[in-house]
């Protein structure tokens, strides 16, 4: 049996102080080639699991804040197609006045035809304005509902508007418009549908300033909360360097 080897204190004290240097260097080295100073729940339980919490709130909001994104294009689009509306509404407006200054019968019933025919694309606009399946102006529009926090508490809903003909209460030319009667009732119907129209694009450009409102909070908190997320686990690579500097030297 060989001979046990006697250590002097000095020197298991120096033996435990060179290991414990060493295993401080291959830390300091794991750091520097990660990046984390918190790899695993081992590291720093605390730290590694309210980094976890952050980074999974942060993912949950990054989907919602793609819904919101598309939320505000399918409002831009129920504006544009509202916008679109409008000019047509006012050609036809134009027309109606056009019609009532000509006595000619012949021509008003020309100008009754043209009338049909733009509320046959105004119709269509309105069916046309559809954004990925939702349209919030045809005829039957749809409702949209927009979810802005992870525990969807915090939600906006935008309420279609009906915006073709028959939600804008405007009929085709009646009586081919021989009658100054039947052009003053379209006239009304039509200055009536315009003060709707107004009013549905202030509301639906309301609706998207609160969206983009909401997308850029939403987009700030994910950078935070990623950011929060960061500073719990990821290693200061100039202070690491500079600790494995110093572990090298108190090594030798």
């Known amino acids: 049996m060989a001979d046990s080897i006697n250590l002097s204190g000095a020197t298991r004290t120096n033996l435990l102080a060179l290991q414990g240097t060493t295993n401080l260097i291959s830390r300091t080295q794991e750091r520097l080639s990660t990046g984390l100073k918190v790899g695993s729940a081992i590291d720093d339980a605390i730290s590694f699991f309210q980094a ?6 942060a993912s949950d909001l990054d989907v919602l804040k793609d819904s919101i994104d598309q939320g505000i294009s399918s409002v831009e689009t129920a504006i544009s197609g509202i916008e679109a509306i409008t000019d047509l509404v006012n050609q036809m407006k134009g027309i109606a006045l056009g019609a009532k200054s000509d006595a000619n019968t012949t021509n008003r019933s020309k100008s009754a035809v043209q009338f049909n025919d733009l509320m046959l694309q105004l119709n269509n606009l309105s069916n046309d304005s559809s954004y990925k399946g939702t349209n919030l102006v045809k005829g039957s529009p749809a409702n949209l509902k927009i979810t802005f926090s992870e525990d969807g508490s915090s939600t906006l809903t ?3 508007i009906a915006s073709d003909s028959s939600g804008l209460s405007i009929a085709t030319a009646a009586s081919n418009w021989n009658a100054d009667g039947n052009i003053d009732t379209a006239i009304n119907d039509l200055d009536s549908a315009l003060s709707t129209l107004r009013t549905s694009a202030f509301t639906m450009g309301t609706n998207a300033s609160v969206l983009s409102l909401r ?9 935070s909360l990623e950011e929060g997320a960061s500073k719990l686990v990821i290693a200061d690579l100039n202070e690491e360097s500079a600790n ?9």
Do not use: A, E, K, Y
């Open 52 to 57: 976890s919490s952050l980074r999974d709130r």
């Open 158 to 160: 935008i309420s279609g």
């Open 215 to 223: 997308l850029d909070f939403t987009t700030n908190l994910v950078n």
């Open 244 to 252: 494995l500097l110093t572990l090298q030297t108190r090594q030798q």
